[in-house]
DNA sequence: GCCAACGTTGGC
DNA sequence: GCCAACGTTGGC
């Protein structure tokens, strides 16, 4: 029998809607990924399974970064938030025989001392695959690489430079 | 099926 | 606030 090998991921979120902070304030630490309304990116959570560690990203601030990680608490379910006519994520396209959209739920793992910052991670040392920091990247789930997982949460220990 | 228009994301 | 990137929509 074989184990699936845990796979990481990268999330993003603006700290002002909901930051690292708030997920560990969470009841229980953990809150229901929703709202994600990109095929690649819907494809992409789910891949996700239980156990998987994510990056928790802030976006849309003045310091964008890693803030965090989170680890995958229950893998994809249909996204309540499309079958909702008051939701902002409403999608009159959706049906419950046929959902479009999936959710996940995330428990806290770690806030960083510090995030560690876009500019910081641009100049590191084997990241250059790294999909958050490619040109004109918008996709709020992307896949990491061991490696780059493993670099990321060694900078994260470090003091900024 | 093409593609222009439009809307959104997100760094700067 | 600007604007590049890029996904989606809809006319044809």
Not at 31 to 50: D, H, I, K, M
């Amino acid at each position: 029998m074989s184990v699936m090998a845990r796979r990481y991921w990268l999330m993003k979120s603006e700290p002002g809607v909901f930051s690292i902070a708030d997920l560990e304030r969470a009841k229980g630490q953990t809150t229901g990924w929703e709202g994600v309304r990109n095929y690649q990116a819907r494809n992409f959570l789910r891949a996700a399974q239980v156990g998987d560690g994510v990056l928790f990203w802030h976006s849309g601030t003045a310091q964008p970064g890693a803030a965090g990680t989170a680890v995958v608490a229950r893998a994809a379910y249909p996204d309540p938030t499309q079958f909702d006519p008051r939701s902002e994520y409403h999608d009159p396209a959706a049906t419950e025989a046929e959902p479009r959209w999936v959710a996940l739920d995330l428990r806290f793992e770690s806030a960083f001392p510090r995030v560690v910052t876009l500019d910081e991670l641009r100049g590191a040392e084997g990241l250059a695959e790294m999909i958050v920091l490619r040109r004109g990247n918008r996709l709020s789930v992307t896949p990491v690489s061991p490696g780059e997982w493993r670099i990321v949460l060694r900078l994260a220990r470090r003091a900024p430079r």
